[in-house]
């Protein structure tokens, strides 16, 4: 029964991990595409040969179901591998910049560096994929990266820190478990970029923490995603999308999750029935019973939740579900109509299975209920009508916008995946996960012939003449003062 | 400063008012305005040139090829690109999205604040603008009190050529800096030394703010004598150019000091000598090529710098201080310690020194011992050498065979790594630098799968793994009956 003795983790260790780190990088572990290869193949290793595991992990931890562990973490993942392995060479080649008159002769490119030691910070809410994503990235990218795992979902992060250990080069690449001792123990450390997936309120204090030493920050954050549903649209795809999207990816605790509906009051009925019988047709007529939805991750969240329901003026608003039971952490996926704009639920990102629905006089007026909160991760719209979808795009400001669908851009690779304002700021996922680590530096190779006087001292009205003309890259103005015709 | 207060207070809300008018987001206000900082600039050159001097004895040539022509370029470049900047990218989306679409518009933040620097006070002023203008913000901009001049030119002549109630300007020095900060702005964008870029980041930090800091570091430049001495007096003039002929010394990105073999050393610091001679004359104090040195207290800082006995026995060349006339002379130091003050901070003057090592090679050593700077520049002919540079060093550029023109070459992103910065601009990076990238998705209706949806089962469990891993022929061997769900 000897429960192995939990390391201790202090300034010391934190401090020796990167020093530890930093010497790998120095010496040029990471740099090859050799080294960044083999570790990306072991990560799909470890997702091919350990999703049993996984989705165990994943049920002690959230209580989800298979499907989503196999097909949101999992899935997910080994494609993110798949592709930084096929196109790890293309992504490493340097891009060539074109150059000038004004610096010919010369050629320039930009060439992608590793930034060096990299934390990523992951959140609890998908372990696998927010921890691993970033790390993929990363070790793209030729960096050496410690990762913290949420201590939210112990399981998980046990878990990572065992499969990380075992599989991938621990010179460069470790796992640091713990709580916000540890954490603050890591961001002490001087870092040359810092991944973070969570909350506002924490992104703050990682950003904070950064500057200390300069060091650049990915923050994916969150928000409250709203979902505008117009009448013009297909009322069950809509309906379908919407549920699945927020009680069927980690039962609304999802970055991404529909987090309110913005209708109007003539629309709203039709749309509030067709969700009641579509949510009968996917978890029954006992949602409590229903094996196809996480729980609630704590007792913490779980009094959270609740506390949003009790409110005065918010209680009275459900209109179906609002069962709850505290010992198991479940609460039925409950829809309420109207609550005030000013309540707790309507001002927090609710991050659980209540979904408030507001009608408004017209459709309008969802721009100005967006626009008077902060930017959101995501914002929906389910119509038909092709005007509104273009307004929607260019007037709502969010890290991304989804039409007629929910959630699925997460798993889009050629799309940049991130927040703006309040949500975050930085993007990952495919080539952007590979940029978001790396250095862009300007190469520029100038011949050592061809030099105009122009550019040194002692400065003349002749030399100002020429140099005007450079600027204007314009041949003939050159010429003509080359040729004392100007 | 209560007055102050209101003042910012007031701007903020004028420039959030006009951005949420949408005035910004048209294509043609945007390059009506970058027009107008075109005019702005062509219709005061003489009055610009003489602020320059006045503020820090630049030469008109010197103002206008290192700021004035600069501008225009920008402005230039960024009017006749903007159609194409701003154009949405699309994205492929892989095979199983059908018919999604995805795209990426490039939206502006909103309202930006952008904190120039004294050294090059209009373009490190306009050059930002032009950016935010470009992305469609509304933006203030704080001009240094440093170069008191150039600051009141623009805080008199923007609002007489831009649309004020979009583009303003504050003058100030830390305590109205101070002010500013405490607001939240959607980036800001910050020109200066590493200390205040901390003090910003951290000031961002509390809502959750973008930066782009463009800071400085020691740039050094490497002379790899023997592969280039065929052509050793481009490379003495581009040295002397790049130290001296530049705001004499007071770029971030100037050359900061030299690495040569030590056998080399002393042709090298003969060939200077007689240039400086030849660029300046014999009084260079005299010579209105020479920038002046921007307050007492950078005086008094340089001072300090040759103060310390060990670096005033390495003078081999100048070492003359002109207080009260703010004026520094070209000075060359010969091995100055690598443990003094002078070799461990940004000089930032007109003082050069040369460090000589036994083998060039070594000079990677030195460089990596120190912190990234914004800039590395080598004049060598061996190819390994550059290689070894560009793969062993990190710093914001690296420039072979010339110093500082990198600037010049807008299609070559501008900004540091590490102590020398965050974040990048010049050509479109300008314009990249106060967007954000928006990931637009735009799902069908019309094609909706079963498997999407709960309750799960085994046959929706294989689907949907088949479709992620994209085994389009054995999903549609599943759909057909022909393989069993696992």
Known sequence: MAATAKKVFGAAEASDLVNELRRSFDDGVTRGYDWRITQLKKLLVICDNHEHDIVEALRDDLGKPELESSVFEVALLRNSCKLALKQLKNWMAPDKAKTSLTTFPASAEIVSEPLGVVLVISAWNYPFLLSIDPVIGAISAGNAVVLKPSELAPASSALLAKLLEQYLDPSAVRVVEGNVNETTLLLDQKWDKIFYTGSSKIGRVIMTAAAKHLTPVVLELGGKSPVVVDSNTDLKVTVRRIIAGKWGCNNGQACVSPDYILTTKEFAPKLLDAMKHELETFYGKKPMDSKDMSRIVNSNHFDRLSKLLEEKEVSDKIVYGGDKDRENLKIAPTILLDVPLDSLIMSEEIFGPLLPIITLNNLEESFDVIHSRPKPLAAYLFTHNQKLKERFAMKVSAGGIVVNDIAVHLALHTLPFGGVGES???????????DAFSHKKAVLYRSLFGDAPVRYPPYSRGKLRLLKALVDSNIFNIFKVLLGLS | MEAMKETVEESLREMRDTFASGRTRSLKWRKRQIAAIYEMVKDNEDKLCSVLFQDLGKHSTEAFRDELGHVLRSATVAINCLDKWAVPKQSNLPLLFFPAKGKVISEPYGTVLVLSSWNFPISLSLDPLIGAIAAGNTVLLKSSELSPNASAFLAKTIPAYLDNKAIKVIEGGPDVATILLQHQWDKIFFTGSPKIGRIIMAAAAQHLTPVTLELGGKCPTIVDYPTISKNIKSVVKRITGGKWGSCSGQACISVDYVLIEKSFASSLIDMLKPLIRSFFGDNPKESGCLSRIVSKQHVQRLSRLLNDPR??????????????????????????????????????????????????????????????????????????????I?????????????????????????????????GRYHGKYSFDCFSHEKAIMEGSLAMDLEARYPPWNSFKLSFIRLAFSEAYFKLLLLMLGLKRST
């Not at chain 2, 700077?373 to 004049?379: G, K, R, W």
């Open chain 1, 424 to 434: 975050g700021m930085g993007a990952y996922h495919g080539k952007f996960s590979f």
């Open chain 2, 311 to 388: 670096v005033q026995a390495s003078i081999v060349y100048g070492g003359s201080i002109d207080e009260e006339n703010l004026y520094v002379e070209p000075t060359i130091l010969l091995d100055p310690p690598l443990d003094s003050e002078i070799m461990n901070e940004e000089i930032f003057g007109p003082i050069l020194p040369i460090i000589t090592v036994r083998d060039i090679q070594d000079s990677i050593g030195i460089i990596k011992s120190k912190a990234k700077p914004l800039a590395i520049y080598a004049f060598t002919n061996d190819e390994n050498l550059k290689t070894r």
């Open chain 2, 390 to 422: 560009l793969s062993e060093t990190s710093s914001g550029s690296v420039t072979f065979n010339d110093v500082m023109i990198q600037y010049m070459c807008d299609a070559l992103p501008f900004g540091g790594v590490g102590e020398s910065g965050i």
